[in-house]
């Protein structure tokens, strides 16, 4: 797997750490999807699941929870079994919403916390933080990549993360994964430049990932950061339907 070293306060994780704590957590994100949407009449029953019954979009917030619990859920059986289920190792890894930024200038309703957090503990924490957007339509794009979205993981002001690694995923209600996937490829090249964006195989799977760049100050000094966001596209389920 391609690597993009991060200046890092203290030594930085080995590359093969890395490469199979994203392995585990990015399978783990898509089954815990899968059994959301295999469950999804006992999550659309909960009173805010959806946005509002016109649209019958399911909240973003209400999307991203189910799936923590759902991965919970996988992460228990697998550990009641005592080993891990190929393709995924879950039994180390913690996720948590709505984690604060480890820098991040606010503490209370000024925060601006991650939307997922994943921690894998062995020697020292390895620690993934992923943004979650809502696409209802090409339009959403913008949001997807701008200051509310993607760039959230170059501002040096509130970083999103100063790991090594990020994620972005994609709620996608209309068409398929597969499509939404090429059409963000495809709109990062444009924003970014091919420059900045590659494929890489992740796991059994393969992803497209940006690489993004900021400086912050602390009070420990200034340090230059790289992050490669790693970017998938998750189906979920409006009702009525809007996938043919």
């Known amino acids: 797997m391609k690597m993009h ?112 957090a994943f921690s894998l503990f062995k020697d020292g924490v390895l620690d993934l933080r992923i943004e979650a957007k809502t696409i209802t339509s090409i339009a959403d794009l913008k949001t997807y990549i701008g200051s509310e979205g993607l760039l959230r993981f170059e501002d040096g002001s509130n970083p999103y993360t100063v790991a090594p690694f990020g994620g972005m995923v994609a709620y996608v209600v209309d068409e398929d994964a597969d499509s939404w996937d090429r059409r963000i490829a495809s709109r990062l090249k444009e924003a970014l430049g091919a420059e900045r964006t590659y494929v890489t195989t992740i796991g059994t799977a393969i992803h497209q990932v940006s690489t993004h760049n900021f400086v912050l100050t602390t009070d420990e000094g200034t340090a230059a950061y790289e992050v490669g966001v790693v970017h998938l596209a998750i189906e979920i389920d409006a009702v009525p339907s809007r996938r043919p």
């Open 5 to 116: 070293p991060a200046a890092l306060i203290g030594p930085p994780p080995q590359v093969d750490e890395w490469a199979t704590f994203l392995a585990n957590a990015i399978a783990g994100v898509r089954a815990a999807s899968e059994q959301m949407r295999a469950r999804r009449a006992k999550h659309e029953k909960r009173i805010d699941w959806f946005r509002d019954k016109k649209s019958g979009i399911p909240r973003e917030n209400s999307v991203t929870r189910a799936i923590a619990d759902e991965f919970k859920r996988l992460k228990a059986r697998q550990g009641i079994s005592g080993t891990g289920v190929q393709p995924m190792d879950l039994r180390h890894i913690s996720i948590e919403c709505e984690v604060p930024r480890p820098y991040d200038p606010g503490i209370s309703d000024k925060a601006k916390p991650t939307d997922i």
